[in-house]
């Protein structure tokens, strides 16, 4: 009898521990890497410390979301086979010239642990795909919408992207850093401009590529010109060189002609030595001796009457 009540007794803390272990087991949950647990009470309400990733037990009449804490990435982009939504989700933009014109638009962004419990009274008990797909895009269109009409489609599509995104990323910022929500960036992406922006984009490149072409085309003449300074300069200077040159030259041709001339009139005798009134000769030795020959081999001078020099 005792043995027989000790095992109904064994019994029934087994069932009972299994009971309780089945009811712990089928009120947990678990919260993943990268993610924090909101716990919501539906007597309390929102339990005010939120959860770390790991194993816990939702009790009766409560509830668990979650948000991921990484960085996410939000993408509105036309193509119906990318993005979050499998349908044409581009952003329309208005311009300043009136242009309506679609991008694909990304958002980076992070809901961060400390703000988790604001994301969820900000936009209630909805998961963050909803929040994605339906206010922080709603907000998006706002926002560049808001700063579109400050450029036209060529500058959104150019030089004047960067600046955009920056302010649009900006204005995004002011809006959700409330709502518990951290911007980090928007981007533009693909344009999808309208047939008549086309048409617009086509006849301004043309333009812009019929000034470049004008702008290389006088560089081109301006270098060409100076070249043709150079070398007329470099003409005359070896025209002058040249000239010169040639003056020298012909001087000194002349020089040497005239200098063969007379050697070949040269009779080989010395020319007599004339002398005028106080000019003072010098001689050398061989001078000397050839004119001491020739007056040896002259004829006798004609003698005087002797009568000239007695008058």
């Not at 712990?24 to 924090?36: C, F, K, L, Q």
């Not at 809006?175 to 048409?199: F, H, Q, V």
């Amino acid at each position: 009898m005792k043995f027989k009540t000790f095992a109904l007794g064994c019994g029934g803390v087994l069932v009972a521990g299994i009971a309780i272990w089945s009811f712990i087991e089928s009120r947990s949950a678990w919260i993943d890497a990268g993610y924090v647990g909101i716990l919501y009470d539906a007597s309390s309400g929102v339990q005010p410390k939120p959860l770390k990733p790991g194993r816990v037990f939702v009790g009766w009449r409560q509830r668990l979301y979650s948000f991921p804490t990484k960085l996410m990435s939000a993408k509105y982009v036309q193509d119906a086979n990318e993005g979050e939504q499998k349908v044409a989700d581009g952003i329309l933009i208005t311009t300043s010239d009136n242009a309506n014109t679609t991008f694909d638009v990304c958002v980076i962004y992070r809901i961060s642990e400390e703000n988790a419990i604001k994301v969820f009274n900000s936009f209630g008990p909805i998961d963050v795909e909803t929040i994605q797909a339906n206010h922080l895009r709603r907000a998006i269109k706002d926002v560049v919408n808001e700063i579109g009409p400050k450029y036209d489609v060529f500058e959104l599509m150019g030089p004047k992207r960067q600046e955009f995104c920056q302010l649009a990323t900006d204005s995004l910022k002011k809006r959700m850093d409330s709502k518990g929500i951290a911007i980090d960036s928007l981007m533009l992406m693909t344009a999808y401009p309208a047939p008549e922006t086309m048409e617009k984009i086509t006849r301004r490149v043309n333009q812009y590529t019929e000034y470049d072409i004008a702008v290389l085309r006088k560089q081109i003449a301006e270098v060409s010109r100076q070249t043709n300074v150079i070398t007329a300069q470099a003409r005359m200077t070896a025209t002058q060189l040249t000239s010169a040159t040639a003056k020298d030259k012909g001087l000194e041709q002349l020089q040497l002609q005239a200098d063969e001339e007379a050697i070949e009139k040269w009779d080989g005798h010395l020319p007599e030595i004339r002398t005028g009134g106080n000019q003072t000769m010098i001689l050398d030795g061989s001078s000397l001796a050839a004119l001491s020959k020739r007056r040896a081999t002259a004829p006798a001078a004609t003698a005087r009457p002797q009568g000239e020099n007695g008058q």
